[in-house]
């Protein structure tokens, strides 16, 4: 169904207990008054937020909305945004934002949402996600994608079953810990701005006019299957074969996010079973022909951020511990006492090779954990590139290995759109549709509503 008005969309910022930002343009809030602008700070006092605009009393709730007056010309920073949360990136930053600043008490603190149009959102995201430098086909790719994602998860979260609750994201016995991350960890706004939702940085990064163009010019256009929008997923780099969403997520099969072998045409696949261990060890240790195994560092500077691209290889890669250091850093990234690690036993793999469960034994205890997001926490400091590695030891003494070596594949969990895969197509001349096609099986393109000014 089409719809004429742009949906807007609400996107937590941060959470503090005091926020300084600053309103360029004109805002006005919901008590009338002259137009607002300058900088302002927010805390909290006996249960509300009061806010002061320079250094004077301005408003004091529980809520408060501030909405630009004229949205072309106004805009609105905040200081110190934490991005990357949890990852090796992780750093603060200024960030400026188009749309309303709406200022709400969560667990004591101050809550930051930004209501802003789902079009400028997608400028934000792809290009946060992204360099904006990329090929046109790939930047259409992405916005397409990216709607199709936020607006399945609206329309998700809006089903009565959704509100009555579904799946237990932690499952958990004596023997097992199966936990995943979805986006469902939200209330009170529809996305976060990190990676656990889509990396959104407001307008920090979005200059780039080609962006812009490509988001317009896709304006309300999703990904649609049974007559539904996709629940469309995208990671950096699927290492050569995409994974299941039911492995990843939720146990819910969804028939356009499958296996799929990141071959170009006439190159062969990669046709072998990587459920199976020894299917998945070759496989992984190996260097299959794939669309996101480049080298091309010109096309990796277009399609990745400078943080992104500090992290070296991504499509193989090898990680080392020594005894002292794995069951240190299982200690802390799990809270439990293993003892010195003997074993980490591949339990269960998806159709990309990338481990659902992995069963570490040690000298205290045994346990079985997944699904790999919880994987990679559990054996990084901040997380592992993805759940597809297998493990070498060295020669144990009295049972208990002195070092253990990851050997793994790929970064990101690898459902759907493989960024760099797709990048590299793009830069082949595939248009935006036929990647779109590639990464996602069964599906149409159409448009839900139109853009407007």
């Not at 609400?10 to 503090?16: F, K, N, P, S, T």
């Not at 819910?252 to 046709?271: K, M, T």
Request: glycine fraction near 10%; include cysteine; aromatic fraction near 8%.
């Amino acid at each position: 169904m089409t719809v004429k008005r742009v949906p807007e969309v609400h996107v937590g910022i941060l959470l503090a207990e005091t926020i300084g930002f600053r309103m360029e343009g004109s805002f006005g809030s919901a008590r009338g008054g002259a137009p607002l602008s300058g900088a302002a700070r927010a805390s909290v006092v006996k249960g509300q937020i009061e806010v002061r605009l320079e250094g004077r009393p301005l408003a004091r709730g529980r809520e408060l909305l501030f909405s630009p007056i004229d949205r072309a010309r106004s805009r609105f920073g905040i200081d110190d945004v934490v991005i990357g949360i949890g990852f090796h990136w992780e750093q603060k930053e200024a960030q400026f934002f188009r749309g309303a600043i709406k200022l709400v008490i969560s667990d004591g603190k101050i809550r930051v949402v930004n209501i802003v149009s789902i079009e400028d959102y997608l400028v934000s995201v792809i290009s946060s996600e992204m360099s904006g430098g990329c090929a046109p086909a790939l930047l259409k790719a992405h916005a397409i994608i990216s709607r199709s994602w936020l607006l399945a998860q609206i329309e998700k979260q809006d089903t009565p079953e959704a509100k009555v609750g579904g799946y237990k994201p932690v499952q958990e016995s004596d023997q097992e810990y199966i936990r995943w991350y979805d986006r469902e960890d939200h209330t009170g706004f529809h996305v976060c701005a990190d990676d656990h939702c889509q990396r959104y940085q407001g307008m920090t990064r979005a200059t780039n006019p080609e962006l812009v163009k490509a988001v317009h010019e896709t304006a309300g256009e999703v990904l649609m299957h049974g007559g539904r929008i996709c629940d469309a997923r995208f990671s950096k780099c699927c290492g050569g074969v995409t994974e299941k969403f039911e492995y990843c997520w939720e146990p819910v099969e969804h028939s356009y996010l499958q296996r799929v072998d990141d071959n170009p045409a006439g190159a062969g696949v990669n046709g072998n079973d990587l459920k199976v261990e020894s299917n998945a060890r070759a496989f992984i240790k190996g260097s299959p022909v794939a669309f996101c195994n480049t080298g091309d560092t010109l096309l990796l500077k277009q399609v990745l951020n400078e943080t992104d691209r500090t992290s070296g290889d991504f499509y193989r890669w090898t990680v080392t511990y020594t005894q002292e250091e794995i069951s240190e850093l299982i200690r802390d990234r799990s809270g439990l006492d293993f003892g010195m690690i003997r074993e980490l036993v591949p339990v269960q793999r998806g159709v990309s090779g990338r481990l659902v469960k992995l069963k570490i034994v040690g000298t205290k205890r045994s346990l079985t954990i997944g699904k790999e997001l919880e994987i990679r926490r559990w054996l990084s400091r901040s997380h592992l590139y993805s759940s597809a590695f297998v493990v070498e030891k060295t020669k144990a003494e009295g049972g208990i290995p002195k070092q253990f070596t990851l050997y793994g594949a790929g970064w990101g969990h690898g459902v759907g759109l493989c960024q760099i895969g797709a990048a590299v197509m793009a830069g082949r001349g595939y248009t935006h549709s036929e990647i779109l096609t590639h990464y996602f099986k069964n599906v149409t393109i159409e448009r839900r509503y139109e853009k407007t000014l």
